[in-house]
């Protein structure tokens, strides 16, 4: 990339960017992420209602089936992913997102219109392999597609999208019946499809199977016609002529194995922090939280919540370094999910009626003072799962969230990119759905302080981790990080190396 640099526009080319196909050319794809952000969370608001007396008897859950109905996403996301890696090489990264629409549409089709609960099951599969292809598919799309000026703000979109259509669902399931919530969740797969059917492949992609007109006429669409397409065709094609290819013996070389290593302790720790359960679960354990609001409005509030911090993590990720922000991030997690473990294990029960005493003075306003005292700590004390979790969610969005995915996009050699990064996600869906399935026995068998307590440990294992294995990579160039891998002789890394 050395040689490459010095040809890129700096100075007036940037100022001649329209970025307005671009822009719709993102917004067009991250409907995806909306939509995999949507199913995510579709079990909390229905759960509920499933699991309830009043349910359709034909689909009426026990907790092993209600466990395979919150994790079975995850299982299908894996699958999704790998597939994804395969089409994306094979018909590219905009038709792999295309594509993604057929098993939603399907999925939702099923779910709305279950009669039994294997409908409900594969359907729930399916919306997990959509969003399996979208994640491994959309942010290399945008990224190919955007421009340096952009590519951080564009970068973030998928997440801040996905938390979105999280937000969208559990808005939803205030005021619709289930089987619409799943009619819904069709709209923007079909949106989707209908405005990508109108916008271009990467130029790259392009590039790569020798359409060097088409994707010049591409890039113009993309930056606009007063824009020199000529020296980033240069640069995209330099750096798709260069790629290194990567042989077996040489991962086991530090250089290799090191960063792979660090990206799938990331990944799984990210995972077992709690997040995934807690998201899918939301409103039932806001239920056997016993917390005074409807846990539909907790659900919705926390959500609204997670919006926003996703956007505090976005301003602070450039002006803090990578790892005070996982620190903090670990601190955050590690003392609401504590606070969690000692209030879920602690809850107190409701005084019994006690017997009149006659004989006894009148102490009538000392037992309304203690009544209105104790109803009072009992408030405060229903409101703290609200305000952890609330805590919880925000900690995790400032660092485990999105600087999982960022380190694992510096960390990893570009020659090992795609094959390890998909690694990488697989390993995360399935921990996902491990946690997932086994959450609800968990809750059912122990209570809810035992997941919590996992929780915790697991915060603590990961403020270990941060120390110990993940290196600083804020204002490093990536010959920098790879230097690091390769000499290993200093933690962090050295500028002058």
């Given at each position: 990339m050395d040689?490459?640099?010095p040809?890129?526009p700096?100075?007036?080319t940037s100022s001649?960017i329209k ?5 719709l050319a993102?917004f067009a794809?991250?409907?995806?992420n909306?939509?995999s952000?949507?199913?995510l969370?579709y079990p909390?608001?229905v759960?509920p209602y499933?699991?309830s007396?009043?349910?359709d ?5 026990n ?6 109905f919150?994790?079975?996403?995850s ?13 994306n ?8 997102i ?6 939603t549409?399907?999925g939702?089709?099923?779910m709305g219109?279950a009669?039994?609960l294997s409908m409900?099951?594969?359907?729930r ?6 969003a399996?292809m979208?994640?491994?598919?959309i942010?290399?799309y ?6 340096q ?11 801040i999208t996905?938390v979105?259509g999280?937000?969208a ?15 819904a969740?069709?709209?923007p797969?079909?949106l989707?499809?209908?405005?990508l059917?109108f916008?271009p492949?990467?130029?790259r992609?392009?590039?790569?199977m ?9 890039l113009r669409?993309?930056?606009?016609n007063q824009y ?11 750096s798709i002529d260069t790629q ?10 530090p250089?290799?194995?090191k960063?792979i290593?660090?990206?799938v ?9 709690g997040i995934?359960p807690?998201?899918v ?7 056997k ?5 409807p846990?539909?409005?907790d ?5 609204l919540?997670r919006?926003?911090s ?6 602070l990720?450039?002006k803090a370094g990578?790892?005070?922000l ?14 969690l473990t000692?209030?879920s294990?602690?809850?107190?029960c409701?005084p ?6 006659h004989t006894?003075p009148?102490?009538?306003s000392h037992n ?18 609200i305000?952890?979790t609330?805590v ?13 995915w960022l ?6 050699p570009l ?5 390890a990064?998909?690694v990488?996600v697989t390993?995360?869906?399935l921990t996902a759905?491990?946690l997932?399935?086994?959450?609800t026995h968990?809750?059912?068998t122990?209570?809810?302080?035992a997941p919590?307590?996992?929780f915790t440990?697991?915060?603590?294992v990961?403020?270990?981790f941060?120390?110990v294995?993940?290196p600083?990579?804020r ?5 920098e990080i790879?230097?690091y ?6 933690f962090t890394?050295?500028?002058?190396s």
């Amino acid at each position: 990339m050395d040689e490459v640099t010095p040809l890129l526009p700096r100075q007036s080319t940037s100022s001649k960017i329209k970025n307005s196909g671009l822009y719709l050319a993102a917004f067009a794809a991250v409907l995806g992420n909306f939509n995999s952000g949507y199913s995510l969370v579709y079990p909390s608001p229905v759960l509920p209602y499933f699991q309830s007396p009043d349910a359709d008897p034909r689909l009426r859950m026990n907790t092993e089936q209600a466990a395979w109905f919150g994790s079975i996403y995850s299982l299908g996301a894996a699958a999704g992913g790998l597939g994804a890696i395969l089409l994306n090489d094979m018909i590219g990264r905009k038709l792999s997102i295309m594509m993604s629409a057929l098993p939603t549409t399907i999925g939702y089709m099923l779910m709305g219109g279950a009669i039994n609960l294997s409908m409900l099951q594969v359907g729930r599969f399916l919306t997990g392999v959509a969003a399996g292809m979208t994640a491994a598919s959309i942010p290399v799309y945008i990224s190919e597609i955007s421009h340096q000026k952009v590519r951080g703000a564009l970068g973030s979109c998928p997440q801040i999208t996905a938390v979105i259509g999280a937000l969208a669902l559990y808005a939803l399931g205030l005021v619709v019946p289930w089987r619409w919530l799943a009619v819904a969740g069709e709209v923007p797969a079909v949106l989707m499809v209908v405005l990508l059917a109108f916008m271009p492949s990467s130029p790259r992609r392009l590039l790569s199977m020798g359409r060097q007109q088409h994707a010049e006429r591409v890039l113009r669409w993309l930056r606009g016609n007063q824009y020199d397409v000529q020296t980033e065709l240069l640069a995209i094609q330099h750096s798709i002529d260069t790629q290194p290819k990567i042989t077996w013996s040489q991962l086991g070389t530090p250089t290799y194995y090191k960063p792979i290593l660090i990206s799938v302790g990331m990944r799984f720790l990210q995972q077992m922090t709690g997040i995934t359960p807690i998201l899918v679960y939301l409103e039932p354990i806001f239920k056997k939280s016993n917390v005074p609001l409807p846990p539909r409005y907790d659900a919705a509030i926390v959500g609204l919540v997670r919006l926003g911090s996703i956007a505090v993590a976005a301003f602070l990720m450039d002006k803090a370094g990578r790892k005070a922000l996982l620190y903090t991030s670990s601190m955050l997690m590690f003392l609401s999910s504590l606070t969690l473990t000692m209030v879920s294990h602690t809850t107190p029960c409701p005084p019994g009626p006690a017997p009149p005493n006659h004989t006894a003075p009148d102490y009538t306003s000392h037992n309304d003072f203690g009544s209105t005292f104790m109803s009072n700590a009992q408030t405060a004390g229903s409101i703290l799962p609200i305000i952890c979790t609330v805590v919880f969610i925000f900690g995790y969005a400032m660092g485990w969230g999105p600087i999982t995915w960022l380190l694992m996009s510096e960390v990893l050699p570009l020659a090992a990119r795609g094959k390890a990064s998909g690694v990488c996600v697989t390993i995360s869906w399935l921990t996902a759905f491990g946690l997932t399935h086994g959450f609800t026995h968990l809750v059912d068998t122990y209570g809810l302080y035992a997941p919590y307590l996992l929780f915790t440990v697991v915060c603590v294992v990961s403020l270990l981790f941060n120390a110990v294995c993940i290196p600083e990579t804020r204002k490093r160039s990536l010959e920098e990080i790879e230097n690091y891998f390769r000499t290993g002789r200093t933690f962090t890394i050295n500028r002058s190396s």
